[in-house]
């Protein structure tokens, strides 16, 4: 019998908690805003998702089997990466810019860098900023079956605020915007989902959107703290995008200076910036300065004295 | 109140209600003992009895000179059978001392009480340490006559007590603090006359509430004086002498330092208990606790059995497997070795006997990291485990140093929480061993 025993370094239990696990719950507490994006959009919206998913699916599978190596379509991270850039489009976008997304996420951005957790940008924030510089029409086109038109970060930055939504309107997303971003109070319970499952830290979402609503006040923009952090993509970004464990910093320190720097760029790009949005190149420009973050903000070895860098 | 703790750890299943309530039975076995010769951390012993010699209880079987070492003493009375190669726990062949037990238990004549041991020079004491073969029976098996001999400059001013006990699983040491409560306080008093001015800590995990209150009773009514208990916060791994004395002190010290040079000796319950045992009653330390459970075992127990008992009877005696086990552990399950064979002798250093079924082993497959810093959130030592693991897969062992890789104490909290379960703490553990391997290496030349 003892032949079967298995023979291994210690430890020898081990927390429950898997990738796949960690995959599912982040589906899970994304589940609230796609589900107010088709209330609010339509089955149009739903479409959307279910393309991005399954074409970052396919093109996971499809690379994995090309490339001979293992397939990890398993682990959810594909279908995250889906789910998170049809948050990030247009109900009205063309099923086949939703695929060729998919495929520019997965295989350029993702598997040429070597897979789960070692491209140094998000995925789907990179597939979005390819998409919009190849379609920048359809990429800004809001307008579904009449409803809704600009977006109110457009609103302001055309300086027709007396246009803009209710607050109320903003909070519970019957705005104008992109599938999964427009309704604050879904990304607020998926944000509580992450939080209670100790999936994510609060120090990512939190610091980045405060220091954006401080500094947007700061920068003397004309509709306020509140309405700045209700509008745009940044709930989206700050809750799911920037809190991605491959591009973001490794500490909690690194962390917190990832989010301040994520909110700067936001608010500058939001001020002073020629497109209205900013939190996806802001998510982008912060990620590439990870590895640096990471290198001056290691935690103190015990016992060790503290040296310069 | 926030109880004291260290930075960093996790916070396993304690599955300890198998055996809490199990009180320690003794187990005196017939047939052969087998007395491995490296019993100790520092110089392992060699044999100084020869096939045919009779042996009685507290007989040396094993010695060496060496400062940092400690005698292997017979647990039993009979005949040395022979002298040979014999498997041990990490499943390597190591030369044992063999004994063929007469089953009459009979104690060697030298083995007495140390005479007005209260009134004694305190320096008997040290030889009587050494001469029962007492090390630290947390399982790190540090010989305790050198924790009791630091070097004249240090200045001694915490004698802590180890009650900890934060590995999952175990209860030895908890059933020992219970059960023998006086004995351990009356170890510590006898080893304060060392250092005078010291005061005693007695150090235990508010998971173990039964005996804190035995503990702080049995100083109220015993009389005890410089000693109390300090309830700390349940946290692995609490019970490493760094995290202990950070948690107790507040102090933080560099790898190439001692607990003695910041003013800290630190004993195991048990080892306090044997202490006593040895100098009082004139016991040698022949016997060990061993909590024998899992979810293998069929009636998880606390057994006393001399040392050289095989694994294999005691694990008879917890009524055998009820599942098939798919690992079996000395100790526990964060830092314990896992066994290829359970017909091995119980050693110094077995805290435990450890048998898991697939479900509470989790063997799963090694997937990508995903830099979620679970990992370096754990880490009691403030290492980044995920990037110290790329670094020995490269051979880059320079920059493994760099990044404080020696440091790491192989607690196994980082790979306990990689959700892509990496074997992080393996890495480290093959890092620090390549890298004093070139040491030794450097050394030589």
Known sequence: MERLLVVSSSPHIHSPLETPKIMGWVLAALAPAGLAGVYFFGLRAAAVMAVCVASCVFFEYLWEKLTKRPVTVSDLSAAVTGLLLAYNLPPTIPFWMAAAGSAFAIIIVKQMYGGLG?????????????????????????????????????????????????????????????????????????????????????????????TVAVLCTVYGRPVGPVYEVLTGGLLLGAIFMATDYTTSPITVKGQMIFAAGCGLLTALIRTWGGYPEGVSYSILIMNLVVPLIDRFTKPHIFGEVKKNG | MRLPTFWGGIHPPQNKDLTVNEEIESYLPTGELVFPMAQNIGAPCSPVVAKGDRVLVGTRVGNNDAFVSAPILSSVSGTVKEVAMR?????????????????????????????????????????????????????????????????????????????????????????????????????????????????????????????????????VKGGFNNMTVQPLMVKYPQGAEKMLIEAITGQEYPLSKLPADVGCIIFNVRTTHQIYEAIVEGKPAVERIVTVTGDAIARPKNIKTPLGTCVRELIELAGGFREQPVKILSGGPMMGTSMRSIDVPVVKGTSGILALTANSAMLRPITACLHCGRCVTACPMGLVPSALDPLVHARLYDRFEQEGGMNCIECGSCTYMCPANRPLTQGCRDGKASVNAMRRKAAAK
């Open chain 1, 118 to 210: 070692a491209n140094f940008v998000n995925p789907a924030l990179a597939a979005r900023a390819a998409m919009l510089t190849s379609w920048p029409v359809p990429m800004t086109t809001w307008t579904l079956d009449g409803v809704s038109g600009a977006t109110p970060l457009a609103l302001i930055k055309m300086g027709a605020v007396d246009k803009l939504p209710s607050l109320q309107n903003l909070f519970i997303g019957n705005i104008g915007g992109c599938i999964g971003e427009t309704s604050a109070i879904a990304l607020l319970i998926g944000f509580g989902i992450l939080l209670a499952k100790d999936i994510i830290k609060w120090q990512i979402p939190v610091i980045y959107v405060a």
């Open chain 2, 87 to 219: 498997m041990t726990t990490p499943g390597l062949f190591e030369n044992c001392v063999v004994v063929e037990n007469d089953g009459l238990y009979e104690l060697a004549p030298e083995w007495k009480p140390l005479e007005n041991y209260e009134s004694a020079d305190p320096k008997e004491y040290i030889k009587r340490v050494r001469d029962a073969g007492i090390v630290g029976f947390g399982g790190a098996t540090f010989p305790a006559a050198v924790k009791l001999s630091p070097p004249p400059t240090a200045k001694i001013k915490w004698l802590i007590i180890n009650g900890v006990e934060c590995e999952p699983y175990l209860n030895c040491d908890n059933r020992l603090m219970l059960e023998e409560t006086d004995k351990i306080l009356k170890g510590l008093r006898l080893m304060l006359r060392l250092f005078p001015g010291a005061e005693g800590v007695i150090a235990i995990e508010n998971n173990k509430p039964a005996a804190i209150a035995a503990m702080n009773d049995a100083i």
